[in-house]
């Protein structure tokens, strides 16, 4: 483990395998967690940011999207003067909490686009007094293996939620603007849509975890995160290489807020089971749509499903879905 000392009381407990963890190569960004928006990345971020030893910024997005082109040609790019401008612009950078002439000073002697985001996140660390500096944006899922290239020493940490209860968060959350409200058939099945954005985001991001092997990539299940903090907590922290502190599993405390009308994550609550239920929430008809399009996904994630049969109507609403994405030629 790294040899870094905190202020903060907290119950610790020591890693399994020291040893190992001093062999491992500590550099920053150090760990990004993703997944499919809305199967609780906020929650999980939440947790590791209150770690004494790790920040995890929220949704900042700009490493892949401000040299989206120039990373297509070259997964190594050098550092330069358009790279610069173009991280400072983009919209959500702000997120990182740095400010103009903290950017311009992590760009001197970068030679690589690579080095220059390290800067960047070790910069972000020590402005809240940590060593450590991850980012969670969900759909890193699919960008894993270029963010691999970038930082081979990055751990991945990919939560998946079952698939209907992400769907009924989705639909509340999705709009033209974001998320799959911004594909076409939206318009006509919202629900069926989902299943396919589910489906895309979680079987990429599974798919490519896969190739990065179980040093960098972990799996975690949002339902047995909600229903044994500690226990998920602590296996996390193993993988990370970090000794377990209960300030993850109280990240709520001091910030929990009792106004009337606020979702959980707005209010801060501390983990939360049966927010959403897809039994009771969603139409006998919509529950045999989505898994007939996901209920393969489903089933090797350890989801139960319970549509044996199609009518026509579910029938026609999976195949105009499906025969969208053939024509789309999404992957």
Not at 52 to 64: E, K, R
Request: hydrophobic share 35%.
């Amino acid at each position: 483990m790294p040899n870094w000392q905190t202020e903060k009381s907290s119950r610790t407990e020591p890693m399994a395998d020291a040893n190992s963890a001093a062999r491992r190569q500590f550099s920053n960004p150090y760990v990004f967690v993703v997944g499919c928006p809305r199967s609780g990345t906020t929650l999980l971020q939440r947790m590791l940011d209150n770690h004494p030893q790790l920040t995890v910024a929220n949704d900042t997005h700009f490493i892949t999207r401000a040299a989206k082109h120039i990373l297509r040609e070259n997964p190594q790019p050098a550092m330069t003067p358009e790279l610069l401008e173009a991280v400072k612009s983009y919209r959500r950078t702000y997120r990182m909490g740095l400010d103009d002439n903290a950017f311009t000073a992590a760009a001197e002697h970068c030679d690589t686009y690579a080095a220059f985001v390290s800067r960047l996140y070790t910069l972000r660390g020590k402005m809240k007094n940590k060593p450590l500096s991850g980012e969670k944006t969900p759909d890193y899922c699919r960008q894993m293996p270029a963010l691999h290239a970038l930082f081979p020493d990055t751990r991945f940490v990919h939560i998946i939620r079952d698939g209907r209860n992400t769907t009924l968060s989705t639909l509340n959350w999705a709009s033209g603007e974001k998320g799959p409200g911004k594909w076409s058939l939206w318009h006509q099945d919202p629900l069926a849509t989902c299943a396919l954005w589910w489906r895309w985001q979680v079987g990429i991001g599974q798919k490519q975890g896969k190739v990065l092997g179980a040093s960098h990539y972990l799996q975690v299940r949002y339902e047995e995160l909600v229903a044994n903090p500690v226990n998920e907590l602590t296996s996390i922290a193993r993988f990370l290489d970090l000794a377990y502190s209960d300030d993850m599993a109280n990240y709520h405390d001091g910030k929990t807020r009792k106004e009337s009308g606020l979702s959980a994550k707005a209010a801060w609550l501390p983990p939360v089971q049966g927010l959403r239920d897809w039994r009771q929430e969603m139409s006998a008809g919509d529950i045999r749509v989505f898994e007939g399009i996901a209920g393969n996904l489903l089933r090797a994630n350890g989801y139960e499903c319970h549509a044996d049969s199609c009518d026509e109507a579910v029938s026609a609403r999976v195949q105009r879905a499906l025969q969208w994405w053939e024509a789309e030629g999404m992957t």
